[in-house]
């Protein structure tokens, strides 16, 4: 069960059965990658959902194979995270495909299943118009067989009827996660390091880690508090050079989903291997954070594979390769020995603080003023502007707006300085601020439009 008590339903079958599929067509949203190849699905990934009133969360899980294929040790990774969830789950949905059949797996499936001690409906999917698929499965033993369709949706409601009236009492409220949690976005190159600072954070091993690039697949939202403080951690897809992408292909969409996770993020963390230079990439991937108005902390992953007196030459180095996160706060951690941990969340909390919080119209204009009277802005053609007042229109990213005269006299060095001086007085480190420059109408045409406005 999730640690907030919600009622969790979790899909389970074999690769390649469509859980993918029926994932996104119950939550209403393209939530799951999904792809004709198997095993595209690794890590767990859930999203709320609620059918007849009833509210519950749904987790999409990887495939489960058996026997030989878990030689390889990415399948027997997956399919343990897998029967994992299913075991902490409210309710269980065993997909299996109706035009394959019941397969052996299938039988070793359901029988492991059993052995959890939790409700489980079967879901026949692929059998679109052709109900009587689903009779072959009564065989598995766990009553009666939903035929349902993740194309076309049919007998999804019967099948989500039965899973509702299975639902726990006790568990009847909805999951809601606080709506002041921070929203954080873990990103950078492949083999950075993100899984395995997620699951240290939490504690447990929530996400799938390997050493091989390119292990996780879906951005994984994974709520968690810490220090008093509600967090949900989206763990994303490693992005390697555009270049190296096909477009359209599967990496090419998940790339997508941690450029999105970006978005919908209010702080970054963007992991770097502190044992190898910071790459184009890796400048690249900041960029897209600068780009999007969006908080960034720099995390400077696998310390402890430094030696001790090389740490801070390795820190300003990445410091100077990311002059336009100049306000980003860089963090030495190590998810081996947890150094590190507990300052990169305190970084984040201020980050997030900072990035939705207001300054008082009185105070800027006082910061402001004092930085002109300290540094005027230079004159262009005997022509000098006047910054008549400031005042933050918005937050998320803190927006300033600059009354002036003349407007085409400040240049971007003179706004770069406001900024500075801003950040020199006010908690702003890890948000980038946006400065707006508008200029005061002459007013000869200011009094002209008001005359127009009342004729």
Known sequence: MQDDGAPV???????????SSLFNRVVGQRRAVVDSQAGVTRDPLFAEADWAGRSFVLQDTGGIVQGAELLDPMAAAVSAQALHTAADASVIILVVDGRSGVLPDDLRLADRLRRLHRPVVVWVNKSEGQP???????????????????????????????????????????????????????????????SSLVNQLLGRDRLIVSSL??????????????????????????MRRPGRVERASLEWITARRSITAVQRAEVSVLLLDAT????????????????????????????????PDQVERVAASVREAFPFLGYAEVVCTSTVTRAGLDRLMQAVLAAATAFRGRIPTAQINACIHHAVAMRPPASLRGRTTRILFATQVHSSPPTIVLMVTHAHVLSDSYLKYLENQMRSTFSLQGTPVRMVVRERPHRAMAMRARAIGHS
């Open 9 to 19: 339903v979790a899909l389970v079958g074999r690769p390649n059965v469509g859980k």
């Open 132 to 194: 009587e698929l689903a009779y072959a499965f009564y065989q598995l033993g766990l009553g009666e067989p939903h035929s349902v369709s993740a194309i076309h949706g049919d007998g999804l409601g019967d099948a989500l009827d039965r899973v509702v009236r299975l639902l726990p009492a006790e568990d009847a409220v909805a999951r809601a996660t606080p709506n002041d949690a921070v929203r954080v976005a873990v990103v950078g190159r492949p083999n950075a390091g993100k």
């Open 213 to 238: 690039p390119g292990t996780t697949r879906d951005a994984v939202d994974v709520p968690f508090t810490m220090g008093g403080a509600d967090f949900v951690l989206v763990d994303t897809p490693g």
């Open 276 to 307: 190898e230079p910071a790459t184009e990439q890796d400048q690249r991937i900041g960029g897209r954070i600068a780009d999007r108005g969006r908080a960034v902390v720099i995390g400077l992953n696998k310390v402890d594979l430094l030696p």
